[in-house]
C-alpha cells in the first residue's frame, strides 16, 4: 500500500521557536496534500493544505513548503505557541475522493514555555 | 450544536460480544467515513458512504460493518469484538470531491477485555 512517510516522531520546541515537520509520499498522482492537527481526546482538524501547483502556501503562522520533484512536503510553525502542542498529521491523496487520503504516522508536538 | 457527533465516548466490553457505535453529521455532507486510530496515532480509514452507497472498503474484517439509514448517519456495528479491536474509531464527514476538509467526530475509546 502507498505510504506517507512523516517525520520526527515527537519535536520539543521552545516558545518562539521554529516547528519543522516532514512528510514524503510515493504517487505521483496524488495531488492534493492537507495537514491535519489533533489534540487530546479530539478528532483531528484541518489546519492547511496544498496543490502541488504551488510551492508555498501560508496562513498565518502555518506554511506548508511543497517540492514536487523531491515529493516531500512539510509544514513550519513560525513563533510556536504552547497551545500549539499537539499530534499534527500530513496527509496525501487524490483530490477527487477524499476517502483516498492517507495519513503520516504523526508527530507529536511539545511547545515548552 | 456539534458538527459531527457519535456515541458512545467510552465503550469497554469483553472478548465476542457485538457492539455498535453511531455517528451523525449536521453539516448537510454528502460523504462519510469510519477512521480507526491504534495506540501508536495511526488513522486508518476503514470505510466511507456516499449517498448510501459504500464506496471503499478497505480490507477490515467482515464482522466490521457499517449502517447508513440515512445521509446524515453512518453507524459501525462490531460483531465477535476481539481484543485486536481496542483502538479509537472517529467518524468523519465530508462534501464529495477534491479540496473538501475532513471534518471528524471526537472519537469512541473502545476497550476489550
Known amino acids: 500500500q502507498q505510504q506517507v512517510k512523516q517525520s520526527p516522531q515527537s519535536l520539543i520546541v521552545q516558545k518562539g521557536g521554529i516547528s519543522i515537520i516532514n512528510c514524503a509520499y510515493e504517487n505521483t498522482a496524488f495531488d492534493y496534500f492537507p495537514w491535519y492537527q489533533q489534540f487530546p481526546g479530539k478528532g483531528p482538524a484541518l489546519l492547511i493544505a496544498?496543490?502541488?501547483?504551488?510551492s508555498e502556501k501560508k496562513e498565518g503562522r502555518f506554511t506548508i513548503s511543497f517540492n514536487k520533484s523531491a515529493k516531500q512536503f512539510s509544514l513550519h510553525i513560525m513563533d510556536s505557541q504552547p497551545g500549539d502542542s499537539a499530534t499534527y498529521f500530513c496527509?496525501?491523496?487524490?483530490?477527487?475522493?477524499?476517502?483516498?487520503?492517507?495519513f503520516g504516522k504523526g508527530t507529536k508536538l511539545s511547545v515548552k514555555p | 450544536d456539534t458538527a459531527v457527533s457519535q456515541t458512545p465516548k467510552y465503550l469497554v466490553t469483553q472478548m465476542g460480544n457485538d457492539k455498535s457505535i453511531k455517528c451523525e453529521q449536521n453539516?448537510?455532507?454528502?460523504?462519510m467515513y469510519w477512521y480507526k486510530q491504534d495506540s501508536k496515532k495511526f488513522l486508518k480509514i476503514m470505510f466511507s458512504?456516499?449517498?448510501?452507497?459504500?464506496?471503499i472498503n478497505e480490507t477490515v474484517p467482515n464482522r466490521f460493518s457499517p449502517k447508513s439509514p440515512d445521509k446524515a448517519h453512518l453507524n459501525l456495528h462490531i460483531n465477535s469484538l476481539e481484543l485486536g479491536d481496542s483502538a479509537v474509531y472517529f467518524c468523519?464527514?465530508?462534501?464529495?470531491?477534491?479540496?473538501?476538509?475532513?471534518?471528524f467526530g471526537n472519537g469512541t475509546r473502545l476497550t476489550v477485555t
Open positions: 496544498i496543490r502541488p501547483d504551488v
Open positions: 468523519a464527514s465530508s462534501h464529495s470531491g477534491g479540496n473538501s476538509p475532513l471534518h
Open positions: 453539516l448537510g455532507h454528502d460523504t
Open positions: 458512504y456516499n449517498n448510501k452507497e459504500l464506496i
Open positions: 496527509a496525501s491523496g487524490d483530490g477527487g475522493s477524499q476517502g483516498n487520503l492517507i
